[in-house]
Nanobody, 125 residues
C-alpha cells in the first residue's frame, strides 16, 4: 500500500511558476513509477508527466514539454513537478499517481493503482 499526498498548488499569474510535491508513504518513493495528472472542470483527467521507477526516464504531455519538469528525491520519498511559464489553460486539480516500479510510465489513468487527493492550481490571465 502507498499513500500519496500532494502539496504546492495555489494561485499564480500567467507566466509564473509553481512547484508541486508528492510525498509517498508506506513504501519508499523509489519503489514506484510516478505520474502527474490533471483535471480541469468538465474535462477528463489527463496525463501531464511521468518518471519511471528507476528514476532514469521521463515522459511529458506535448502541452507541457519545455515548461514542466518532473523529478524525484528518493531520500525524501518525494516526486516534484516544476511548472514554469504557466498558462491559464494549465488551471486544474493536479494529482500524483503511482504504479509498480517495474512498470513503464503510462499516460492512462487506469494503469495507476495509487492516487493522491489532488492540489488545485489556478493560473490567472
Amino acid at each position: 500500500q502507498a499513500q500519496l499526498v500532494e502539496s504546492g498548488g495555489g494561485l499564480v499569474q500567467a507566466g509564473g511558476s509553481l512547484r508541486l510535491s508528492c510525498v509517498a508513504s508506506g513504501r519508499t518513493g523509489s519503489s514506484y513509477t510516478m505520474g502527474w495528472f490533471r483535471q480541469a472542470p468538465g474535462k477528463e483527467r489527463e496525463f501531464v508527466a511521468g518518471l519511471n521507477g528507476s528514476g532514469g526516464l521521463t515522459s511529458y504531455a506535448d502541452s507541457v514539454k519545455g515548461r514542466f519538469t518532473i523529478s524525484g528525491d528518493n531520500a525524501k520519498n518525494t516526486v516534484y513537478l516544476q511548472m514554469n511559464s504557466l498558462k491559464p489553460e494549465d488551471t486544474a486539480v493536479y494529482y500524483c499517481a503511482a504504479r509498480g516500479w517495474w512498470s513503464p510510465v503510462s499516460d492512462a489513468t487506469y494503469d495507476y493503482r495509487y492516487w493522491g487527493q489532488g492540489t488545485q492550481v489556478t493560473v490567472s490571465s
